[in-house]
């Protein structure tokens, strides 16, 4: 007896945000779109650029977004972890959006961060207000959960400017090879500088970790920069860094 493990819907689905926020023919593939039907009929409602195949979505922007209403509920209902995303899609678009949270509390706390950035949106209890659209600012942001982590990320590269993401390690427990995924230009070149941002206790931690395992470009790579950074100049490294700082989270140090 065979099964096929179904593609992950969330992750997809945040691709797919990204591609309408600033994708030119971006192709999300291996994803099965009747899984996506929830958020494939709210972005045809915004205006959306997309395109529906058997087991792909392409999507691109556009400026003509439109606001929609948004309520989030249990499978086949528009999903809770794409509402925090989508919110900084629904930024960028014309006139009013309003989303109901019906599934978690404190699912908007990715809002006072997008506000910083300069959106404009206001929440009581269980509802948000978005007006839009506004031109979003790089800030120092933090990631305070995993969702809240891909909303912000999304704004980060719609932003004019700089932005940094606080414990960014939260975001790469939803997202596969998310900075292999995230990390290319226009022209489809890598951008050949990372910076994760951590404690100066597991700043150290990780010095320590890589110099046991012997790895010697990673210690020769890593440089200090203020408050409590770790920039790097390879991929597979932030990537790795980020990996472990998501497993000191969990445990009380480095096994």
Same mark, same amino acid.
């Given at each position: 007896?065979?099964?096929?493990?179904?593609?992950?819907?969330?992750?997809?689905?945040?691709?797919?945000?990204?591609?309408?926020?600033?994708?030119?023919?971006?192709?999300?593939?291996?994803?099965?779109?009747?899984?996506?039907?929830?958020?494939?009929?709210?972005?045809?409602?915004?205006?959306?650029?997309?395109?529906?195949?058997?087991?792909?979505?392409?999507?691109?922007?556009?400026?003509?977004?439109?606001?929609?209403?948004?309520?989030?509920?249990?499978?086949?209902?528009?999903?809770?972890?794409?509402?925090?995303?989508?919110?900084?899609?629904?930024?960028?678009?014309?006139?009013? /959006?309003?989303?109901?949270?019906?599934?978690?509390?404190?699912?908007?706390?990715?809002?006072?961060?997008?506000?910083?950035?300069?959106?404009?949106?206001?929440?009581?209890?269980?509802?948000?207000?978005?007006?839009?659209?506004?031109?979003?600012?790089?800030?120092?942001?933090?990631?305070?959960?995993?969702?809240?982590?891909? /909303?912000?990320?999304?704004?980060?590269?719609?932003?004019?400017?700089?932005?940094?993401?606080?414990?960014?390690?939260?975001?790469?427990?939803?997202?596969?090879?998310?900075?292999?995924?995230?990390?290319?230009?226009?022209?489809?070149?890598?951008?050949?500088?990372?910076?994760?941002?951590?404690?100066?206790?597991?700043?150290?931690?990780?010095?320590?970790?890589?110099?046991?395992?012997?790895?010697?470009?990673? /210690?020769?790579?890593?440089?200090?920069?203020?408050?409590?950074?770790?920039?790097?100049?390879?991929?597979?490294?932030?990537?790795?860094?980020?990996?472990?700082?998501?497993?000191?989270?969990?445990?009380?140090?480095?096994?």
């Amino acid at each position: 007896c065979f099964h096929n493990i179904i593609p992950d819907r969330i992750e997809a689905g945040t691709y797919i945000i990204l591609g309408c926020l600033m994708g030119t023919f971006l192709r999300i593939d291996n994803i099965n779109p009747n899984h996506l039907v929830s958020l494939t009929d709210k972005l045809t409602l915004m205006n959306a650029d997309i395109e529906i195949n058997d087991e792909c979505i392409v999507a691109n922007a556009n400026d003509n977004l439109m606001g929609i209403d948004i309520k989030t509920g249990g499978y086949p209902e528009f999903p809770t972890d794409l509402q925090q995303p989508i919110v900084t899609l629904l930024s960028q678009a014309h006139g009013k /959006s309003e989303v109901n949270e019906t599934i978690y509390e404190n699912r908007f706390m990715n809002i006072p961060y997008l506000n910083k950035m300069g959106a404009n949106i206001n929440t009581k209890e269980r509802f948000a207000t978005i007006l839009g659209p506004n031109k979003l600012k790089g800030m120092e942001v933090e990631a305070t959960d995993l969702r809240a982590g891909a /909303s912000l990320l999304l704004a980060a590269l719609k932003a004019e400017g700089k932005t940094t993401i606080l414990h960014a390690e939260y975001i790469l427990r939803g997202y596969e090879d998310l900075i292999e995924e995230t990390t290319q230009d226009e022209d489809g070149d890598e951008i050949q500088q990372y910076k994760v941002i951590t404690t100066p206790e597991n700043f150290q931690k990780v010095v320590e970790f890589f110099d046991k395992q012997g790895i010697k470009p990673v /210690s020769e790579e890593l440089t200090r920069v203020p408050e409590n950074s770790i920039e790097v100049m390879d991929k597979k490294i932030a990537t790795n860094i980020m990996r472990l700082l998501n497993n000191l989270e969990e445990h009380d140090d480095v096994q």
